[in-house]
């Protein structure tokens, strides 16, 4: 992921091996990451089990926010995809109980309808 795609708030795929290594201390015994996706500091993590939200806060980025979301939670998601002027794609996830989306930028590189699958599979189990 290039800076500039941080800086403009678009998010890349990680490989698993980084995502399993820096994050195996906040999975259970029986979770495995099957995405990951960076966003210049924070990241998304789509387990067998939930989605997690990582938040790194401040400037040091020391303080951080994991947000567990279990994939039942999840009432309904939309994606659009980039256009010719509009260099991004986007993904929504309403939670119940909250009215207003999650949302996520991805840049044009990243196949928004491979994230829009992966989701799909947990939440339509």
Excluded: C
């Excluded at 990680?14 to 995405?35: D, G, H, Q, T």
């Excluded at 994606?79 to 929504?92: H, Y």
Aim: aromatic content about 10%; charged content about 25%; overall charge neutral.
């Amino acid at each position: 992921m290039g800076i500039f795609d941080g800086i403009m708030g678009n998010a890349s795929e990680v490989s698993l091996e980084e995502a399993n290594r820096e994050y195996a201390s906040i999975l259970s015994r029986s979770e495995s990451i099957e995405k990951a996706y960076k966003l210049l500091r924070d990241m998304f993590l789509f387990t067998n089990k939930r989605l997690i939200l990582v938040d790194k806060q401040g400037i040091t980025g020391k303080k951080v926010e994991y947000r567990s979301i279990p994939y039942k939670s999840i009432v309904h998601f939309s994606i659009e995809t980039a256009g010719s002027f509009d260099m991004d794609a986007e993904l929504k996830i309403w939670v119940s109980g909250s009215p207003t989306p999650l949302q996520k930028q991805f840049n044009k590189n990243l196949n928004i309808y491979e994230v829009q699958s992966v989701l799909a599979e947990y939440v339509l189990k």
